[in-house]
């Protein structure tokens, strides 16, 4: 049975995985046991692996799903990451009694989905309406409008809208003038006067 493996007081999922994936590839009759498929399928989810967390839920046996519910659970979650619905998969995550190898891998992938959640929305909106978002983010109101005022957003109480701060950009690269007597000369062949 796979444990998990501890680097300096903090899972380290990526050796994990590596463990998990070894372990599968040498199972007596290619047949993992459900822990290890359980821990395999939610560490590929952690990682935003939805190809392999796929490819791994179709080739467990029939009866190792059906006879093991937390699979099914973990593989609830897969499918809401998969339709991207942000307040589904914080509910599935919530709704199930994880095991004890599985608990700590979800925690990490309900944290690693509210990160992503924030990202999203500093890149894809200028405002958005304070339930929304925490919806968006897997929290309640008042804890997300904390979380934004502590990553230097703004938020209006009075039109309850969120206005996150774009992510910073990156700096212009210098254009080398060689590069842009060339881009320039280019343009002076296509000018109309030369077409004629």
């Known amino acids: 049975m796979p444990v998990a493996v501890m680097a300096e007081g903090a899972f380290s999922f990526k050796k994990l995985l ?19 498929y359980g821990q395999l399928l939610a560490l590929y989810l952690l990682h935003n692996d939805m190809n392999n967390a796929r490819y791994l839920w179709k080739r467990i046996p029939p009866a190792i799903k059906s006879a093991n519910s937390e699979l099914g659970g973990i593989w609830s979650v897969g499918q809401r990451i ?22 700590p ?24 309406i304070a339930d929304d978002f925490a919806a968006f983010v897997g929290l309640p109101v ?39 007597s060339k881009t320039a000369s280019g343009f002076q062949a296509l000018s109309s006067d030369n077409l004629i």
């Open 18 to 36: 590596d463990q998990c994936e070894n372990q599968e590839l040498e199972a007596p009759g290619g047949i993992a046991t459900p822990p290890v």
């Open 82 to 103: 998969w339709q991207r619905d942000f307040p589904g998969i914080y509910m599935t995550i919530s709704a199930h009694q994880w095991s004890e190898t599985v608990q």
């Open 105 to 128: 891998i979800m925690d990490a992938l309900r944290d690693a989905t509210r990160r992503r959640a924030f990202a999203l929305v500093s890149q894809a909106y200028t405002s958005i």
């Open 142 to 180: 008042e804890e997300a409008v904390k979380g934004i005022l502590e990553q230097g957003w703004q938020a209006d109480s009075t039109t309850r809208m969120v206005l996150p701060r774009k992510p910073g950009r990156l700096s212009s690269v210098p254009i080398p003038s060689a590069l842009n």
